[in-house]
């Protein structure tokens, strides 16, 4: 299984983002998607995650009304629609899969399976 994010750069705050990850050799090991993000200095954190199974989607709750997952099942595809953001959006966003959505929800990242490699977003005030 690989994953590869990407989507990340500079934007203005207030502008939007898409964040792209492309998933190969999907099962039902990976059933479950998620988008992490790290700030410098702070902990990994769960942004937002969907099934590919059921479709069902999570955010973060401090993020509803701006960020929104979705996915492209013929692509193989999670995506990140971010909008309004702001400075403190700024992070590594990464994507990730594992079997359940609620280790992704819980966001523990020692038991995740998979993980794609980080994308930056740069939001300036």
């Known amino acids: 299984v690989q994953l590869q994010a990407s989507g990340g750069g500079l934007v203005q705050a207030g502008g939007s983002l898409r964040l792209s990850c492309g998933v190969s050799?999907?099962?039902?090991?990976?059933?479950?998607m998620g988008w992490f993000r790290q700030a410098l200095g702070k902990e990994r954190e769960f942004v937002a995650g969907?099934?590919?199974?059921?479709?069902?989607?999570y955010v973060r709750e401090a993020l509803k009304g701006r960020f929104t997952i979705s996915r492209d099942n013929a692509k193989n595809t999670v995506y990140l629609q971010m909008n309004s953001l702001k400075p403190e959006d700024t992070a590594v966003y990464y994507c990730?899969?594992?079997?359940?959505?609620?280790?992704?929800?819980?966001?523990?990242?020692?038991?995740?399976?998979?993980w794609g490699q980080g994308t930056q977003v740069t939001v300036s005030s």
């Open positions: 990730a899969a594992d079997e359940t959505m609620s280790t992704i929800v819980r966001g523990q990242s020692t038991q995740i399976d998979y």
């Open positions: 050799g999907r099962t039902f090991k990976t059933d479950a």
């Open positions: 969907l099934t590919w199974s059921r479709g069902a989607t």
